[in-house]
Every structure is written in structure tokens, then in C-alpha cells.
């Protein structure tokens, strides 16, 4: 045999062999999968990662949480529990049962066969994406990933990260994405506070790099929730999540511009929409209110906004939205002051008591919360302001420090505004009580009264 042909015949050897080990890489944690030996990593174990940890520690893996914060790790592995949607003692079996744990300590990755990346993705001041906690958790997860892991990132981010920025992250090390190792993105969906969907029900989206990846992470997420979505890149899964929260983001937007035009025009908004909801089809409500609040519609549309513009695109509605519902605060603000004047009091120097603080009813969470922007901005006009909560005990912000008051003081307050419709509130003993009202929610429907000034 010639040299030239030893040659070809040893790097055909090679190629067999490598695809045997691919082979059987993929096949080994695919069975672990299936038989849910697979040891399942969380990192980031917030809002929407300890519930998906929950789940698949209910699923029968064994599940370890990794989060910056020892706070967080120390509750997990206390079944103390800081997420509404998860009770403590929905966590506790779980971690006396050996299911689930939580550590800050990323050596764990290399014992790991699933790794979920759900960490913040907030806007930076210029409104860019900051992708500094994907980064840092990207870094400390490549030093120790080894092959035959499944890596998914949930984070919501602009389309192109997965590929762009994560998998050359991950691939560092040597190993080649779609053999070595398996990377999706899957776009989380969970609704804080919703009775009826939840982690295991919402139909769960996943592209990967490769058909392989995408498959690996189809089959993953079908042990432990109930519909699987498979996409076929990790760029339309990303999308996927822009166009779901742009979408409400817009017609948040539209319908808070209607009720601004309502209000001119003297003709009331809820009625408008309620009538509207009738048609059975090509019209679904979305509802105004003082703004919008939380960690995804508020913030998500500009991660497109941002991408587009870098291929020359201006993303103009959501420009606009943004716009409107940036105004929304200061509309309710102008509200309380008119119902004021009208009962004779300036702003300066009146008790104002808001009812709500969490940016969404039955919640605890203050992220990015309309009712921040309410409350500083009577406060600029003069007002004195305090709030109740049930989810909120405590409001620091700015200088301000408020505790909760109990809802009583309305019968002491020149206006109350009713900014989050907690269904805890006793709204018949308000409307009893107060003097002044001014409800952003239509919390008060089908309360008639010359005390209530609605949105
Ligand atoms: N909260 C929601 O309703 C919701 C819904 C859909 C999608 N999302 C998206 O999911 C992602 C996570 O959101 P969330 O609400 O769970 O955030 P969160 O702030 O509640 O939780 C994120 C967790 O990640 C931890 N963390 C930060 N940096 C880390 C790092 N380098 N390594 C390990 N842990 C780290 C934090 O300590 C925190 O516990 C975001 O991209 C968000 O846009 C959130």
C-alpha cells in the first residue's frame, strides 16, 4: 500500500470512529433521558427557573439549581420558597426526596447531562440588550462542560444569540455542537399568577443548531411538560418569543391610545371593548391600564428593535407602543389631579393612598411596575402618598421608603387610585369608605358612583 493511500484509509478510520463516538454520545444521553437517569441543571433560579427545576424534579430527575445568589440556594434547599406560582410545601418533598437542589457553585456542570440557562436579560439605559448575565453564566458553564450535555437557553433575547454568541461560548473547549454536545433555545412562557396555565401546560417551543440539537431538546422537554413545539432553527424559536410579547406589547399600546382618545371624546373605554369582545372572530380585547410593568413586555420588543436596526430596519410600532404606554403613567397621574381640582384640593398637600404596587393583580413582583412612575410623580406635584399590597409589604424607591398600609386608610385619603386590581382587595368596603376614587383597572365595574373616575 502507498503512503497517499494509508493515509486516506487511516482518516476513514478516523471519520468511522468519530461517528461512532458521536453516535453513541447521542444515544447514551438519549436514553438517560428517557429513562430520566439524565441529571437536569437549572441555572438561574428565578421566576421562570424554579418552576421549570420543580417540574422536572416532579418529573423524577435529579435536578440541581445554580444561582448567583446564596439567599436563593440557601431558600431552595430549605423548601423555602420565593416564587409565587411555587408553594414551600410543593418544594419540600422534592428537596427530602434528594430531587432537588441548589448550589452557586458551576463545578457541578461537569457531573450534569441537561443544563437550562435562565437568567435576566434586562435593557441597558440606551435600551440595549445586556447580555452581561448570559455571558458570565456562559463562561463559568463552558470550564467544566463536557460531552454528551444538552444545553438550552430560555433566557428571551434578540434572534441570532443562541448561534452568535452562545455556541461559539460553549464550543471553546473543542467540542462540536450537534455530536458532542446538543444546544437549543427554547423561549419560556410562564404567566406569573396564572391559575390555569403554568410551566407544564404551556406549549413549550425548542430550535436547536442542529436537527440533532432539536431533537434532543424535543425529546427532553416532553418528559416532564405537556406539548412539545420543535422549530426548525434556534433563530425562529427566538423570534418566536419577540413576536408573541411584541404583539401584546403593541396592542397594549393601541388600546391605551384608544382610551386616551375615549376619554376626550367622553365615551367609556370598557364598555367599548366589552361590546367589541362579542364579535366571535378577528377581534381579541386587550385592556388599558396605568402602564406596562415586569421583566418581559416592557423590555423584550427593543431586544428586535435593537437587531433590526443593525440591518437597517427602524421597528416603528414598537417606537410607538413604547411611547404610548410610556405616557400611561403620567395620564393616570393627570387623572387624579382633574378628579382633585374638581372636588376643590390641589395635588400639593392631599393624601393619596394607591391601591396595588406589584405590576400585575395577585402578584408579588415590582419589576419595572407602573405604579413606581405613579407614585413618584404625585409625590413631584405634592402629593402624600401611601399604598397597600398584599403581595408588597415594603416599597423603597428613590428615597422613598413606604411600608404597606391597611386598606382602612381610604376613608382617610383625598383620593385613592387603584393601580393593580388585586383580587384580595375588599373593593365594596372602598367604594363604601372612600371619598375620591380614581380606578386605572376597571377594578370597580359594575359599581356606580359619582365618587369613581375611570380610565
Ligand atoms: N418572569 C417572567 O414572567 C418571564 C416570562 C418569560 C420569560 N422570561 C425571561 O426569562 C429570563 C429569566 O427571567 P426571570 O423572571 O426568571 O428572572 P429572575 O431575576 O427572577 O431570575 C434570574 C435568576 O438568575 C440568577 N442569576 C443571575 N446571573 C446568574 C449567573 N451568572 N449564574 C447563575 N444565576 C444567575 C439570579 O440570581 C436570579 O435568581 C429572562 O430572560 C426573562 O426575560 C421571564
Redesign the pocket.
Not at 445554580?66 to 445568589?69: H, L, P, R
Given at each position: 500500500m502507498c503512503m497517499m493511500t494509508e493515509l486516506i484509509f487511516e482518516f476513514m478510520r478516523e471519520c468511522i470512529l468519530m461517528t461512532e463516538t458521536a453516535a453513541s454520545t447521542s444515544k447514551t444521553l438519549e436514553q438517560k433521558i428517557r429513562n430520566r437517569t439524565a441529571r437536569v441543571g437549572i441555572?438561574?433560579?428565578?421566576?421562570?427557573?424554579l418552576p421549570l427545576a420543580v417540574e422536572f424534579a416532579k418529573a423524577g430527575f435529579s435536578v440541581v439549581g445554580?444561582?448567583?445568589?446564596e439567599d436563593?440556594v440557601g431558600r431552595v434547599n430549605r423548601a423555602d420558597s420565593y416564587v409565587g406560582d411555587i408553594s414551600s410545601a410543593t418544594l419540600e418533598p422534592l428537596v427530602k426526596g434528594g430531587k432537588l437542589r441548589a448550589t452557586a457553585d458551576f463545578s457541578v456542570v461537569s457531573e450534569l447531562d441537561t443544563i437550562n440557562i435562565?437568567?435576566?436579560?434586562p435593557l441597558r439605559k440606551t435600551k440595549d440588550p445586556d447580555m452581561g448575565?448570559i455571558v458570565?453564566?456562559c463562561q463559568?458553564i463552558v470550564k467544566y462542560l463536557r460531552a454528551g450535555t444538552l444545553v438550552i437557553l430560555?433566557?428571551?433575547t434578540y434572534p441570532g444569540t443562541t448561534d452568535e454568541l452562545v455556541l461559539p461560548m460553549l464550543a471553546k473547549g473543542g467540542l462540536k455542537v450537534g455530536t458532542d454536545f446538543f444546544l437549543c433555545f427554547s423561549p419560556?412562557?410562564?404567566?406569573?399568577g396564572n391559575p390555569k396555565y403554568q410551566t407544564a401546560n404551556i406549549p413549550k417551543v425548542v430550535g436547536g443548531v442542529t436537527p440533532a440539537c432539536t431533537e434532543m431538546g424535543s425529546l427532553f422537554y416532553a418528559q416532564a411538560l405537556e406539548t412539545v413545539v420543535p422549530v426548525s432553527s434556534t433563530q425562529i424559536a427566538e423570534m418566536v418569543k419577540l413576536l408573541e410579547n411584541t404583539f401584546r406589547m403593541i396592542n397594549i399600546g393601541l388600546v391605551n391610545e384608544i382610551a386616551m382618545m375615549c376619554d376626550r371624546l367622553g365615551i367609556n373605554v370598557w364598555e367599548v371593548i366589552e361590546a367589541a369582545a362579542t364579535k366571535p372572530f378577528g377581534f381579541m380585547p386587550f385592556y388599558p391600564g396605568p402602564g406596562l410593568g415586569?421583566?418581559?413586555i416592557p423590555i423584550?420588543p427593543f431586544y428586535l428593535s435593537w437587531k433590526t436596526k443593525q440591518a437597517g430596519i427602524e421597528a416603528r410600532f414598537i417606537e410607538l407602543a413604547g411611547y404610548i404606554n410610556g405616557q400611561m403613567p403620567h395620564f393616570v397621574v393627570d387623572k387624579v389631579q382633574h378628579a382633585l381640582n374638581d372636588a376643590g384640593k390641589p395635588v400639593k398637600g392631599s393624601r393619596i393612598h394607591v391601591m396595588g404596587v406589584a405590576y400585575k393583580r395577585d402578584i408579588e413582583d415590582m419589576r419595572e411596575s407602573p405604579a413606581l412612575d405613579v407614585i413618584l410623580l404625585l409625590q413631584k406635584r405634592g402629593g402624600l402618598l401611601s399604598y397597600s399590597d398584599p403581595h408588597v409589604p415594603e416599597l423603597r424607591l428613590d428615597g422613598l421608603h413606604l411600608s404597606a398600609s391597611p386598606e382602612s386608610v381610604v376613608a382617610d385619603a383625598d383620593c385613592v387610585v387603584i393601580v393593580t386590581d388585586h383580587s384580595a382587595f375588599d373593593y365594596r368596603g372602598l367604594v363604601d369608605r372612600a371619598s375620591l376614587i380614581v380606578d386605572s383597572r376597571n377594578a370597580l365595574k359594575g359599581f356606580n358612583s359619582t365618587k369613581i373616575v375611570r380610565l
Open positions: 441555572v438561574g433560579l428565578g421566576y421562570v427557573g445554580i444561582d448567583v445568589s436563593k435562565c437568567v435576566p436579560t448575565f458570565s453564566s463559568e430560555e433566557s428571551t419560556e412562557r410562564v404567566d406569573p415586569g421583566h418581559c423584550d
